[in-house]
C-alpha cells in the first residue's frame, strides 16, 4: 500500500514531469519556427512602418530613419523608386554590408510589388557562401496615396538560428535544474503536509486503544484545516479523558462507600430474620439502623454522583444574585428541628448591615452555594457538642463578601488542616468518635424530615471542587481544642 506522503511526491513530480515535456516541446521543438515567425513579423510590420512614413523628396529625413532602423533591428535595407531605380541602402553592424538582394527571386518580387503593390516575404541563399537570408518588401506611397516605391529589408537567418542553439542549450540547463529543485521541493512539500497527518493518525490509534491523554502538537499541524482536525482531535481526546476520568471515579468511589452500608443493611436484615424476628423492641431498633443505613446509602449515592459530575468538567455554573438575608432566613428554617434536638444554637449574621431595607447580594450559582453551606454547616453539627454554638456570618467588605461558618466544637489540629479537603479524609474528634469532616450527621434530622445521614467523607471534597468552579478564596482557621471557622469569598453584586 502506497503511503500518502509517496502518492503526494509522485503527482508532484507527475506535474512537474509535464511542465518539462510541453517546455521541451514549445521550446526545442517549435522554438524555431516560433521564433522565425515572430521575428519575420516584427520586421515585416517595421518595414511597413518606415516605408508608410518616406518622403523620396527628402532624402536627409528618411536617411536618417533608415540608418536608425537598420542600426536597431540588424537589418540590410534598400530603398527603390517607382521605376525600381536603387535611391538609399544601409545596413547595421550585425548586418552584412552587401546582400544578395537583387537575386532573379528578389527581383521578381520587387517588380510585383512595383506593379501591383503587394508586400512580399521570401528567404534566400547566398550563391557563393550559402548563408540564408530573409528579405520583404514594402511599398512607399506618396501624400496622395499612388505607389511611390518599394523599400526592402533582408536580414541573416544565421543569426537566429545561432539565437536558438543558445537557446535550446540555456533550456537544457535549465530542465536539470528544474527537476532537482522539483524533486526537493515535492519531497520537503509532501513531508511538511503528511508530517501532522502521520501525527494525527498516531494518536487517533493510542487514543482508539484507550490512551486519551495522547495529543497532538498542534504548532506542527499548523493554522490550516490540517491544523483545525488536529485541534478537533485534541478536544475529542480531552472529551473522552474527561468521561473516562468520570467513570473511573464513578467506579472507585460506589466501590468504596457503598461496602459498609450494604453490610450493615444486609447483617441486620439476617438478623432480624434469624435471630430477632419475635422480639418486637430489637427488631424496631435493628429495622431503625436499617432505614438510617439506607438513608444514608442515599446520600452516599448523591454525594458521588455530584462529586463525580464536578470533576468530570461536565458541570457548569448558572451564576446569579443570590439574596444572602433570603438564604440565611432558609439556612434557619432547615437546621431549626436539628438545633432543637441537639442543643446546639445556630444564628446567622450580616456585617455590617445598616440598611436592612436593601439587600445585599452575592454572585453565585444559588442551588451549589446552598450545598456549600449546607456541607459546612452539616460538619459544624457533627463535630459541635450539646449546649454548643454556631456562627455562619457574612462580612461585607466593600464589592466583596467573605461567607463564614464557625463552630465551638473540638477543632482540628494544625497537622491535620492541609487533609481535610481530601476525598475520605476522617478525622477523630475529642470524644473518641470518628467522624467525617467531610460528611454528614448520622442520625440526625432535618426540619424537612430527612436524615442527615451520609458520612461518605466526600462533603469537602464537594464543596473544594465548588469553591474553584466559583473562583473563590477558601480556607479554614482552627487549632485543636478551640473549634473551627471554614470561610470563603464570593463577589459582591
Known sequence: MKSIRLK???????????????????????????????RISGVMGDTEKAAASIDLADRESYAENLDALAYNKGLSLALYDARGVLVYET????????????????????????????????????????????????QVKDEGGSLNGALIAGFAITAVDETISILKIQLLYIIVILIVVSVLISFIISRSFTRP??????????????????????????????????????????????????????????????????????????????VTGEDLEKRTKQLEIIVEETERLSGIVDDILNLSQIQSGYF???????????LFLKLRERYSVL??????????????????????KAEADEPRLEQILYNLINNAFDH???????????????????????????????????????????????????????GGLKGLTYSDGKTGATGAGLGLAIVKELFDAHKAQYGVNSSAGKGAEFWFILKRV
Open 8 to 38: 503526494l511526491w509522485m503527482g508532484m513530480m507527475t506535474q512537474a514531469l509535464i511542465v518539462i515535456v510541453l517546455l521541451w516541446f514549445f521550446q526545442i521543438v517549435f522554438l524555431g519556427s516560433f521564433y522565425m515567425n515572430i
Open 197 to 274: 497527518l502521520i501525527e494525527i493518525k498516531k494518536v487517533s490509534e493510542r487514543m482508539a486503544s484507550g490512551d486519551y491523554s495522547a495529543r497532538i502538537d498542534e504548532e506542527l499541524a499548523g493554522k490550516d484545516e490540517v491544523g483545525t482536525l488536529a485541534a478537533s482531535l485534541n478536544n475529542l481526546g480531552e472529551q473522552l479523558q474527561k468521561i473516562e476520568k468520570l467513570r473511573r471515579d464513578l467506579i472507585a468511589n460506589v466501590s468504596h462507600e457503598l461496602r459498609t452500608p450494604l453490610s450493615l443493611i444486609r447483617g441486620y436484615a439476617e438478623t432480624i430474620r434469624d
Open 316 to 326: 457548569k455554573l448558572d451564576k446569579k444574585a443570590v439574596d444572602v438575608q433570603e
Open 91 to 138: 545596413s547595421s553592424a550585425v548586418a552584412p554590408a552587401q546582400m544578395p538582394m537583387m537575386q532573379s527571386g528578389v527581383r521578381n518580387e520587387l517588380n510585383k510589388l512595383l506593379r501591383d503593390g503587394e508586400s512580399f516575404r521570401i528567404q534566400i541563399a547566398h550563391p557563393r557562401f550559402g548563408t540564408r537570408y530573409m528579405v520583404v518588401g514594402a
Open 339 to 360: 438545633s432543637e434536638k441537639t442543643g446546639i444554637i445556630m444564628e446567622t449574621e450580616i456585617s455590617p448591615y445598616e440598611n436592612r431595607d436593601h439587600a445585599v
Open 384 to 438: 459541635t457538642p450539646h449546649n454548643g454554638r454556631i456562627l455562619v456570618r457574612a462580612e461585607i467588605t466593600g464589592d466583596r463578601i467573605r461567607f463564614s461558618v464557625s463552630d465551638s466544637g473540638a477543632g482540628i489540629a494544625a497537622e491535620e488542616i492541609p487533609y481535610i479537603w481530601d476525598r475520605y479524609y476522617k478525622i477523630h474528634k475529642k470524644t473518641g468518635l470518628e467522624s467525617s469532616f467531610s
